[in-house]
């Protein structure tokens, strides 16, 4: 298993990108699985290095990557030691984050060695799965895409961090990390930006776009995401496959931090589910 971790590009926004490839080195190309966290997370969070595993035994070339502004730094990739960046990230600059990857395995020599370019599958789980579900619909490279848990509507989300006059007045809201202790602020910009990119940040609209493989995954004993949501998205696009995943909460019954060497069994039926769809 070859694993290179914390490789960092540079992003389109003044903020370090890391990425971490898992694969095994064959010297012939393996199908691209590019994954993204969600809201509050990043790419090493709990069980993610072994689900990375799990797809790179089973033949693929796997991504995964902080977005530029989650709160993370290059010595400090996991958590978040900067809560500016945090305060300052949104909706387009995650965008423009994958944008970046997905150029940065176009343009890489190395890579193309063991990856196959012309096979590129998202996989993004909670707030990641309405990022990937919108570049799947505009970026013509991506072939197939996955959600875990996916939210579908960004929205209700944005205008619901707070007081929107209050919000606009002090330039910052906070939302408490149960498991930090910290208080995330979210900078006013982050509603600015979402209201002046509405029409594109909207998911019923990208997933009614969507003319490549989808497959939707949910928990059915999800609170943080209820599984009317990935029900609505199946609505939204009747060609999609939709799976329930029995008890699995929102992150499959893993937790940051994943002291087991060994998959929760919710999680590891959701990488299968996933490898058995990518296998057809």
């Not at 199908?31 to 072994?50: E, Q, R, S, T, V």
């Not at 595993?53 to 010595?75: C, L, Q, W």
């Not at 919108?134 to 007081?163: M, P, Q, Y």
């Not at 209201?195 to 059915?220: M, T, V, W």
Request: aromatic residues 12%; charged residues 25%; contains cysteine.
């Amino acid at each position: 298993m070859k694993k290179n971790i914390n490789q960092v590009l540079e992003g389109t926004h003044n903020k370090p990108i890391l990425v971490d490839t898992f694969y095994k080195e064959t010297n012939t190309s393996k199908p691209i699985i590019i994954f993204c966290h969600g809201y509050k997370g990043f790419k090493d969070w709990g069980a993610w290095n072994l689900m990375a595993t799990s797809f790179a035994n089973a033949g693929f070339y796997f991504v995964k990557f902080n977005f530029s502004h989650n709160g993370g730094t290059i010595e400090q990739p996991i958590d978040f030691p900067d809560l500016e960046a945090f305060g300052n990230n949104n909706y387009t600059k995650e965008l423009d984050d994958l944008e970046t990857v997905i150029d940065w395995l176009y343009h890489n020599d190395t890579i193309t060695q063991e990856a196959d370019i012309n096979d590129i599958t998202l996989i993004g789980h909670s707030r990641g799965g309405g990022i990937v579900t919108i570049k799947a619909s505009e970026n013509n490279k991506i072939h197939k895409v996955i959600t875990l848990a996916g939210v579908c509507d960004f929205g209700k989300r944005t205008a619901t961090i707070g007081d929107l006059e209050q919000w606009k007045k002090e330039g910052v809201k906070y939302v408490l990390n149960g498991r930090t202790k910290q208080k995330m602020p979210h900078f006013y910009q982050f509603y600015e930006d979402f209201k002046q990119n509405e029409h594109r940040l909207n998911i019923e609209s990208a997933i009614k776009k969507l003319q490549i493989p989808h497959l939707i995954i949910h928990g059915d004993n999800d609170t943080s995401v209820f599984i009317k949501e990935g029900e609505l998205q199946h609505e939204w696009n009747p060609n999609s496959t939709f799976k329930i995943i029995k008890n699995a909460d929102h992150v499959f019954n893993a937790r940051h931090p994943w002291k087991e060497h060994f998959l929760p069994l919710e999680l590891e039926e959701t990488i299968q589910t996933c490898i058995g769809f990518l296998s057809k």
